[in-house]
Protein backbone atom coordinates (compact mmCIF):
# COMPACT_ATOMS: atom_id res chain seq x y z
CA UNK A 1 0.00 0.00 0.00
CA UNK A 2 1.11 3.17 -0.88
CA UNK A 3 -0.31 6.65 1.24
CA UNK A 4 -0.25 9.61 -0.17
CA UNK A 5 -0.25 13.18 1.32
CA UNK A 6 -4.28 13.96 1.06
CA UNK A 7 -5.01 17.15 -0.37
CA UNK A 8 -5.90 20.12 1.94
CA UNK A 9 -9.42 21.06 1.86
CA UNK A 10 -9.25 24.66 1.49
CA UNK A 11 -6.60 26.81 0.31
CA UNK A 12 -3.44 27.58 1.82
CA UNK A 13 -4.54 31.48 2.71
CA UNK A 14 -7.85 30.40 4.05
CA UNK A 15 -7.00 29.94 7.22
CA UNK A 16 -5.56 33.12 7.70
CA UNK A 17 -4.98 35.11 10.32
CA UNK A 18 -5.53 32.66 12.40
CA UNK A 19 -3.10 30.01 10.58
CA UNK A 20 -0.57 31.36 7.73
CA UNK A 21 -0.76 30.96 4.29
CA UNK A 22 3.49 30.22 5.02
CA UNK A 23 2.41 27.78 8.25
CA UNK A 24 0.18 25.97 5.78
CA UNK A 25 2.88 25.62 3.62
CA UNK A 26 5.53 24.20 6.04
CA UNK A 27 3.45 22.22 7.86
CA UNK A 28 1.11 20.55 5.10
CA UNK A 29 3.79 20.76 2.13
CA UNK A 30 6.85 19.39 4.03
CA UNK A 31 6.16 18.34 7.61
CA UNK A 32 3.22 16.10 6.58
CA UNK A 33 4.75 15.30 3.28
CA UNK A 34 7.56 13.52 4.79
CA UNK A 35 5.83 11.71 7.02
CA UNK A 36 3.52 9.93 4.79
CA UNK A 37 6.79 9.54 2.27
CA UNK A 38 9.42 7.66 5.78
CA UNK A 39 5.92 5.92 6.37
CA UNK A 40 6.19 4.68 2.61
CA UNK A 41 9.81 3.97 2.73
CA UNK A 42 9.71 2.35 6.41
CA UNK A 43 7.20 -0.32 5.44
CA UNK A 44 8.13 -1.17 2.19
CA UNK A 45 9.04 -5.11 1.90
CA UNK A 46 7.74 -5.91 5.25
CA UNK A 47 4.98 -7.27 7.55
CA UNK A 48 3.35 -3.45 7.63
CA UNK A 49 3.23 -3.01 3.65
CA UNK A 50 -0.64 -4.20 2.44
CA UNK A 51 -1.73 -2.95 6.19
CA UNK A 52 -4.56 0.03 6.31
CA UNK A 53 -2.72 3.05 8.48
CA UNK A 54 -4.99 2.46 11.27
CA UNK A 55 -3.92 -1.50 11.76
CA UNK A 56 0.14 -0.54 10.84
CA UNK A 57 -0.66 2.21 14.18
CA UNK A 58 -2.17 -0.26 16.61
CA UNK A 59 0.91 -2.79 15.91
CA UNK A 60 3.38 -0.97 15.23
CA UNK A 61 6.16 0.25 17.30
CA UNK A 62 9.21 2.89 16.71
CA UNK A 63 9.65 4.57 13.46
CA UNK A 64 6.85 3.17 11.67
CA UNK A 65 4.64 3.70 14.39
CA UNK A 66 5.54 7.33 14.93
CA UNK A 67 5.56 7.96 10.94
CA UNK A 68 2.04 6.62 10.77
CA UNK A 69 0.53 8.07 13.59
CA UNK A 70 1.44 11.21 12.45
CA UNK A 71 0.55 10.44 9.11
CA UNK A 72 -3.25 9.77 10.92
CA UNK A 73 -2.64 12.72 13.23
CA UNK A 74 -1.99 15.29 10.67
CA UNK A 75 -4.83 13.81 7.89
CA UNK A 76 -7.24 13.84 10.66
CA UNK A 77 -6.06 17.75 12.29
CA UNK A 78 -6.72 19.36 8.80
CA UNK A 79 -9.91 17.85 8.77
CA UNK A 80 -10.89 19.44 11.97
CA UNK A 81 -9.72 23.18 10.27
CA UNK A 82 -12.25 25.38 8.42
CA UNK A 83 -12.43 29.01 7.13
CA UNK A 84 -16.18 28.50 7.70
CA UNK A 85 -17.85 29.46 10.65
CA UNK A 86 -19.47 26.26 12.23
CA UNK A 87 -21.14 25.08 14.77
CA UNK A 88 -21.75 21.71 16.65
CA UNK A 89 -24.71 19.79 16.46
CA UNK A 90 -27.38 19.63 18.77
CA UNK A 91 -26.56 16.34 20.19
CA UNK A 92 -22.62 17.02 20.14
CA UNK A 93 -23.24 20.28 22.22
CA UNK A 94 -25.54 18.76 24.29
CA UNK A 95 -22.78 16.06 25.35
CA UNK A 96 -20.06 18.77 25.70
CA UNK A 97 -22.60 20.69 28.15
CA UNK A 98 -22.95 17.33 29.77
CA UNK A 99 -19.54 16.42 30.18
CA UNK A 100 -18.17 19.67 30.66
CA UNK A 101 -20.83 22.27 32.09
CA UNK A 102 -20.88 24.58 29.03
CA UNK A 103 -19.58 25.18 25.66
CA UNK A 104 -16.92 27.74 27.25
CA UNK A 105 -16.03 25.70 30.02
CA UNK A 106 -14.69 22.65 27.46
CA UNK A 107 -13.30 25.38 25.38
CA UNK A 108 -11.47 26.82 27.96
CA UNK A 109 -10.52 23.05 29.69
CA UNK A 110 -9.30 22.25 26.24
CA UNK A 111 -7.19 25.19 25.89
CA UNK A 112 -5.69 24.77 29.18
CA UNK A 113 -4.93 20.99 28.57
CA UNK A 114 -2.83 22.26 24.81
CA UNK A 115 -1.30 25.53 26.07
CA UNK A 116 0.61 22.83 29.07
CA UNK A 117 1.05 19.64 27.38
CA UNK A 118 4.76 19.65 27.84
CA UNK A 119 6.96 19.47 24.70
CA UNK A 120 5.23 18.25 21.28
CA UNK A 121 1.86 16.31 21.05
CA UNK A 122 -1.43 16.59 20.50
CA UNK A 123 -4.73 17.50 22.27
CA UNK A 124 -7.69 15.41 22.14
CA UNK A 125 -11.27 15.50 22.58
CA UNK A 126 -12.23 12.19 22.56
CA UNK A 127 -15.03 9.60 23.10
CA UNK A 128 -15.14 6.00 24.69
CA UNK A 129 -17.00 3.00 24.67
CA UNK A 130 -19.50 4.21 27.13
CA UNK A 131 -20.16 7.10 25.17
CA UNK A 132 -18.11 9.38 27.10
CA UNK A 133 -16.38 12.24 26.18
CA UNK A 134 -12.74 13.61 27.74
CA UNK A 135 -10.06 15.31 26.89
CA UNK A 136 -6.12 14.02 26.20
CA UNK A 137 -2.96 14.63 25.60
CA UNK A 138 -0.41 12.60 23.57
CA UNK A 139 3.09 13.55 23.81
CA UNK A 140 4.69 12.86 20.20
CA UNK A 141 2.94 10.76 17.61
CA UNK A 142 0.46 9.60 20.56
CA UNK A 143 -3.01 9.13 19.54
CA UNK A 144 -6.59 7.99 20.47
CA UNK A 145 -6.30 4.61 17.96
CA UNK A 146 -3.32 3.13 20.95
CA UNK A 147 -5.89 3.84 23.27
CA UNK A 148 -8.83 2.38 22.54
CA UNK A 149 -10.95 5.58 22.62
CA UNK A 150 -12.28 7.53 19.05
CA UNK A 151 -10.88 10.78 18.43
CA UNK A 152 -13.68 13.64 17.79
CA UNK A 153 -10.84 16.89 17.68
CA UNK A 154 -7.62 17.23 17.53
CA UNK A 155 -5.12 20.38 17.58
CA UNK A 156 -1.97 20.06 16.79
CA UNK A 157 0.44 21.40 19.44
CA UNK A 158 4.09 20.32 17.84
CA UNK A 159 5.96 23.86 17.32
CA UNK A 160 5.84 24.09 13.49
CA UNK A 161 1.81 24.07 14.07
CA UNK A 162 2.23 27.90 15.13
CA UNK A 163 5.95 29.05 15.19
CA UNK A 164 5.82 30.99 12.11
CA UNK A 165 2.94 32.66 13.07
CA UNK A 166 3.25 33.18 16.60
CA UNK A 167 6.45 32.11 17.90
CA UNK A 168 6.18 30.91 21.01
CA UNK A 169 3.18 31.92 22.24
CA UNK A 170 1.37 28.57 22.21
CA UNK A 171 -1.84 29.90 23.99
CA UNK A 172 -2.20 32.39 20.64
CA UNK A 173 -2.10 29.66 18.61
CA UNK A 174 -4.52 27.95 20.34
CA UNK A 175 -7.38 30.79 20.43
CA UNK A 176 -6.82 31.19 17.22
CA UNK A 177 -7.79 27.41 16.73
CA UNK A 178 -11.10 27.20 17.83
CA UNK A 179 -12.42 30.26 15.39
CA UNK A 180 -11.16 27.23 13.03
CA UNK A 181 -12.69 24.54 14.35
CA UNK A 182 -15.09 22.51 11.74
CA UNK A 183 -17.74 21.34 14.29
CA UNK A 184 -19.03 20.04 11.34
CA UNK A 185 -16.46 17.53 11.36
CA UNK A 186 -16.09 16.98 15.05
CA UNK A 187 -20.06 16.66 14.73
CA UNK A 188 -19.86 13.76 12.34
CA UNK A 189 -17.49 12.07 14.53
CA UNK A 190 -19.39 12.08 17.30
CA UNK A 191 -22.82 10.88 15.59
CA UNK A 192 -20.69 7.63 14.20
CA UNK A 193 -19.30 6.89 17.17
CA UNK A 194 -22.29 7.83 19.90
Given amino acids: MNFKLPTRPYPKDALAPHISAETLEYH ?6 KYVNTLNELIEDTQFADKPLEDIIKTSEGPIFNNAAQTFNHDFYWKCLTPEKTEPSTELKSAIEKCFGSMDKFIEEFSKSAATLFGSGWTWLVIDEKGDLSIKNGNNADTPLRWGEDPLLTCDVWEHAYYID ?6 KYIEGFFELVNWHFVSENY ?4
Fill in 166 to 171: HRNARP
Fill in 191 to 194: RHKC
Fill in 28 to 33: HGKHHA
